[in-house]
């Protein structure tokens, strides 16, 4: 396979001995769970309970995809899969588990995708020309704390963006997670299963955060499913004293 696999130094140690021994109560990032995790996931929950069908997360990621892209937390790399002509230029796939990993750069492998194990939480060193999109499908749902904790992953992106890049993903969000029976009871499991944490997650919160950072800010709501995008600032806005370098 042509593709890169670097790892990045210790983060947040002390930590699981290997990445693939991070919690995963529920299977989901094992081998077997990567390979029924689009029909599970696209196929069932997003449409018959989230109210969000599979399409319009592929089309977001059409909509905005660079043709020199970053995406953290890949998942099994559905979205990007069906993006054509995609990331024509270069691909980055950036998790902190080594089996997404694997199973992301294998189906993209016509991209000659590099992966990174990195943690989005601390700010994210690749020795390589920045990105023009970076896409966030699906992580900021599954990081704890509230919207003002997981804001800090627009901080740990900015060393691989590159000025006037589109910062994009989508998340689940308690915005509309009551609407139906079975969507609050879904929710409550995959909160109580630490599938997901977003108990504390609400759209407004998520705006906030991207308006502190980024201009251009745009969210939608489908279902309890926040997409968002941003643009990020073409000079950064720095806070330093006399006599520091700038």
């Not at 492998?109 to 970076?134: G, K, N, Q, Y």
């Not at 994009?168 to 609050?184: E, K, P």
Request: with cysteine.
């Amino acid at each position: 396979m042509d593709r890169q696999t670097i790892d990045g130094p210790a983060i947040n140690p002390p930590g699981p001995a290997t990445t693939d021994a991070l919690p995963d109560p529920a299977g989901i990032y094992t081998p077997g769970g990567l390979r029924i995790y689009d029909s599970f996931v696209m196929g069932l929950l997003a449409e018959r309970v989230w109210g969000c069908p599979a399409e319009h997360f592929v089309d977001f990621y059409r909509e905005h995809l660079k043709p020199a892209h970053a995406d953290i937390g890949v998942g099994t790399g559905y979205c990007i899969d069906r993006c054509e002509p995609g990331p024509t230029e270069r691909l980055a796939l950036i998790d902190l588990r080594q089996s997404c990993l694997d199973y992301c750069a294998e189906r993209l492998e016509r991209f000659r995708p590099e992966t990174f194990v990195r943690d989005a939480r601390m700010p994210i060193l690749i020795d390589a020309r920045r990105f023009d999109s970076i896409g966030l499908g699906g992580l900021l749902h599954s990081l704890p704390g509230d919207m003002r904790d997981k804001g800090g992953v627009f901080d740990a992106i900015a060393p691989i963006a590159a000025p006037d890049a589109v910062i994009f993903g989508y998340t689940l969000v308690c915005d509309g997670a009551n609407a139906t029976l079975t969507r609050r009871t879904v929710h409550r499991t995959l909160n109580a299963l630490h599938v997901i944490d977003n108990d504390h997650d609400h759209m407004a919160d998520l705006a906030a955060e991207l308006a502190r950072r980024f201009t251009d800010c745009r969210l939608r709501l489908i279902g309890n499913v926040a997409f968002f995008s941003a643009t990020v600032r073409s000079t950064p806005i720095f806070k330093h004293s006399p006599g520091d370098p700038i």
